[in-house]
């Protein structure tokens, strides 16, 4: 008696959700996009998909494709088999959260003149279109980060990045800024365009990256 | 004179570690109708440029908010939601990263930064029924709650 008043009851709960009595068919294969636990992958604002992994002690369950979704019914119950979702099945829960997403990041990569904190000239052009993008942000911040190639010792490497990020604001100062929210600080060899073997020089990893955000 | 002097300078020295406090771990840059902040039990409406602090719980009703953190990493919640900062660490230069995010319930979007970028495996999206490991960039969530 009672499995029958739940499949009575589950069939009403799927004919609202679809709202048309013709899908009702079509239920038991995709059930209702969007009702209880779902993760979905999207791309980035690059079209670049990545992948995420859902896992509990029942399971695990991968995807790496655009609008792939997985379901959880329940912690003791295995992540279900990925299932595609289109646009509308995406909007229809999920507007709020995307309504409300936050401008990406920018990021602009300083250089300087070998062996100095001093700005290349070419560097210098870019500013007045750092401080034009900066406008374009909602409450703006920006971090001004220096980051270091393998040689030499990493002490030595963080004190040099450290005063090129620090010459970098007042620069950015000198030529206008008004930003309230700037931190300045060095990633040393830690954060790499090009990651190489320890000892190794490479002039891309040496920069300077100003990020507003 | 002198000890003015001295004064500022140590008022300069600790300065950068007083400010790190102040800012918080993420900003509110985009709000829609109205979100909270919940701080060790002290409810308080969110507003854009408000700092969102370590372990801060984020609530919605009707609203919808967005934040940035600072690594670049972005959430947005939609309404009817809850959740918990529980971890972010940002300190690539001393292999420090860490990214914890407790979804009690709702809907949520993860939009990755620097962290996964260097450490994916440092970046944790929890909810009651599972945990999503992130590999990049860009996913939504929905989590029924209790």
């Known amino acids: ?213 | 004179m002198r000890l003015r002097i001295c004064w500022l300078a140590l008022a300069v020295l600790f300065a950068p570690a007083a400010m790190a406090e102040e800012d918080g771990v993420a900003l509110v840059k985009v709000l829609e109708g109205s979100a909270f902040t919940i701080q060790s039990g002290d409810r308080q409406a969110l507003e854009v440029g408000q700092p969102i602090f370590r372990s801060d719980v984020v609530e919605t009703a009707s609203g919808s908010v967005g934040l940035t953190f600072k690594d670049g990493t972005r959430i947005s919640i939609g309404p009817n939601s809850r959740i918990e900062l529980k971890e972010f660490e940002f300190s690539p230069k001393d292999n420090k990263l860490a990214f914890l995010v407790h979804i009690i319930k709702g809907t949520m979007q993860y939009i990755s930064g620097v962290i996964a970028k260097l450490s994916p495996e440092s970046v944790r999206i929890e909810t009651p029924v599972a945990t999503v490991v992130v590999r990049g960039t860009r996913f939504l969530a929905k989590v029924e709650g209790e």
């Open chain 1, 1 to 213: 008696m009672t499995m029958v008043f739940r499949t009575v009851q589950t069939i009403i709960s799927s004919v609202a959700c679809y709202g048309r009595i013709v899908l009702l068919p079509l239920l038991f294969l995709s059930a209702c996009a969007g009702q209880g636990n779902v993760f979905v992958l999207l791309p980035d604002e690059n079209g670049k998909v990545g992948s995420i992994e859902v896992v509990n002690d029942a399971g695990r369950q991968k995807i790496d494709q655009a609008n792939q979704s997985i379901k959880v019914a329940g912690v003791t119950q295995a992540p279900e088999a990925p299932q595609t979702l289109d646009e509308a099945q995406i909007n229809k829960v999920w507007s709020g959260a995307i309504q409300t997403t936050p401008r990406g990041p920018r990021t602009f990569i300083l250089n300087f003149r070998s062996g100095t904190d001093q700005l290349t000239e070419e560097s210098i052009r870019q500013l007045p279109g750092i401080f034009e993008e900066i406008k374009t942000y909602p409450v703006a911040e920006m971090s001004i980060v220096d980051h270091t190639d393998r040689v030499g010792r990493a002490e030595a490497n963080a004190a040099l990045a450290l005063k090129r990020a620090e010459s970098t604001r007042e620069r950015l100062v000198e030529a206008g800024l008004e930003l309230k929210r700037v931190e300045v600080s060095s990633h040393g060899e830690n954060n790499p365009v090009i990651p190489t073997a320890d000892n190794v020089a490479e002039p891309k990893n040496r920069r300077v990256e100003v990020t507003i955000r």
